[in-house]
């Protein structure tokens, strides 16, 4: 199995934006729902947005109206458009299945929202 590849975190101050690309393989992208999980520094990885094959999305209640979870089934990719962003969203962004599967957690991108 390929592990997807994420990119575009970095730092940013509260308020900003950021978007995230997560580019999967084309099996696992036809096969699956897609999410972007987060994990916190201290607490355990949790599901902040899912895309369904059919582009029907889900948010954490933290998230909603900030965040918003698309893809792209030409280019094999997911996005997140982080607006809003405030220092509670710092953590480390993988994306995923949904469920997830544990072959495919990648290396993730760091968010950091700080001034």
């Known amino acids: 199995q390929v592990q997807p590849v994420e990119s575009g975190g970095g730092l940013v101050q509260p308020g900003g934006s950021l978007r995230l690309s997560c580019v999967a393989s084309?099996?696992?992208?036809?096969?699956?729902?897609m999410g972007w999980y987060r994990q916190c520094p201290g607490k355990q990885r949790e599901l902040v947005a899912a895309?369904?094959?059919?582009?029907?999305?889900n948010y954490v209640e933290s998230v909603k109206g900030r965040f918003i979870i698309s893809r792209d089934n030409v280019k094999n990719t997911v996005y997140l458009q982080m607006n809003s962003l405030k220092p509670e969203d710092t953590a480390v962004y993988y994306c995923?299945?949904?469920?997830?599967?544990?072959?495919?957690w990648g290396q993730g991108t760091q968010v950091t929202v700080s001034s």
């Open positions: 895309v369904a094959r059919g582009d029907n999305t």
């Open positions: 995923n299945s949904v469920p997830a599967l544990q072959q495919y």
């Open positions: 084309g099996s696992m992208f036809s096969l699956y729902a």
